[in-house]
């Protein structure tokens, strides 16, 4: 492919042994299946629905065009994903939003990326905990054991610390460990999908049973615009988790181009599990049935469905998701403050490598710590601001993500308009996923600044606890920010960079543009 001409390359202050490949991570490790199994599982594709499709279904006008909701809210992401591909061909490092915000905008902004990345990720550890010790209870019908906040919140600690050790004892375990918890969770998906929508076709199903249509799948049927982008909000978040197959590009086999492409594998096989599991379960028995038990729709569903003891193998499902998600959610917070550390960005100690395990150590077991203290502590205060703190997290997401779409824009500035592919896949494409999410983000700031739309209804100055906590977290990041540059100014002097033209050809980046 031909480019325009570019500038020399000036280079820039890179750290001995910070460069993809050179932090000591073991390379080679994961193929693409692998990378696929890691990106699927982060998104806890069982708790997810669980949690979440009652919501949507829930918003008035949507009616029966949930799928299509899920359909639409799938976009955003695919854009995202492409960023993150051709970031990823030329930067493959397990920084991800980090690396490729600082090389493309500045350390500012990278810093204050990856640093959203890890809020994000030590917030949602709660909520997976205590979805893996919930289900853990109930799974062996020990109903007051989980009505026991002091239970679950132990089992939910275990379950963090035994997921972190297998993160410290290797990315291969982890591999393997992701591989059957998946496994278990998408069988169980598929067998109620199906069994759901045979009973409906031999009209065994609900007494509301509805017949599948095609036109579930348009997001245009619902009654309004507003309830078409309320449903979008609800929907989109279903989707993060993805990027973490990009996290261990480093210890991926070709690790410019497998995650990447996992990455977009990863959001297609999302896509189809959302819509055919939302399609069988409102035409079992009508979407009714979801919205009134919009806080776990397998929970009456799956015995209706599948019947007893049959039913516990949703239960399994929802609890192999978020412990699943647990250890996925390790990975790259573990990865973000290696890839920083390593780029003075953060302490030294977080760039520390096992020497025999090969993974980061330090970095894994502080984020495990973090994130037993805040399930722990949020526990112990109150459990309504724990859930006010989780519905914080889509301002966290929407910003990294929709900032990474503009850092591919930025980067490949120079090879835009060299041709029509170009600038759909690394300009059009990205800016529209960029300006998406924040458009989210802005429409999620409002909706959360009222109080009524917390968990608890109070008012923190004014505004929701969720807005609070969320501004918050990124006002705290600004100021470590500021404070850390004082003292190791060499990485905030670092200069915006552009692609190497080689690297839409097929080849990696082999050092900075200027």
Known sequence: MESGS????????????????EKGLKTGALGFVSNVVIGVASTAPGYSLAASLGLVVAVTGIGLHAPGILLAAFVPMLFIAASYYYMNRADPDCGTTFSWVTKAMGPWAGWIGGWAIIVADIIVMANLAQIAGLYSF???DWQSAADSTTAVTIVGVVWIA???????????????????????ELITLAIFAIVALVKVAAGDAGPNSIDPSLSWLSPFGVDSTSAFVDGVLLSVFIYWGWDSTVTVNEESENSSETPGRAAIVSTFILLLTYVIVAYAAQAFNGPKELVDNSDDVFGNLGNAVLGSPLDKLLIIAVLTSAAASTQTTILPTARTSLSMARARA???????????????????????????????????????????????????????YGLTGFACVVYYRRELFNSARNFVMIGILPLLGGLMLFGILVKSCVDLSKPENSESGDSWLGLGPPLVIGIGSMLLGVLLMLWWSVGHKEFFRRKPE?????????????????
């Open 498 to 514: 552009v692609v190497s033209p080689h690297v839409l050809a097929g080849a990696p980046a082999t050092g900075p543009e200027a």
């Open 138 to 140: 109930r799974l062996f």
């Open 162 to 184: 035994v997921m972190t050790a297998i993160c410290v004892y290797g990315i291969e375990l982890s591999a393997r460990t992701q591989v059957g918890l998946l496994g278990a």
């Open 6 to 21: 570019i500038a020399a390359p000036q280079p820039s202050v890179v750290p001995e042994g910070s460069a993809p490949g």
């Open 346 to 400: 953060m302490p030294e100690s977080l760039g520390r490598i096992h020497p025999r395990f090969l993974t980061p150590h330090i970095s894994t077991i502080l984020m495990g710590i973090l994130s037993i203290v805040w399930y722990v502590g949020l526990t112990i205060v109150s459990e309504n601001i724990l859930f006010d703190s989780i519905a914080a997290l889509g301002l966290m997401i929407a910003f990294y």
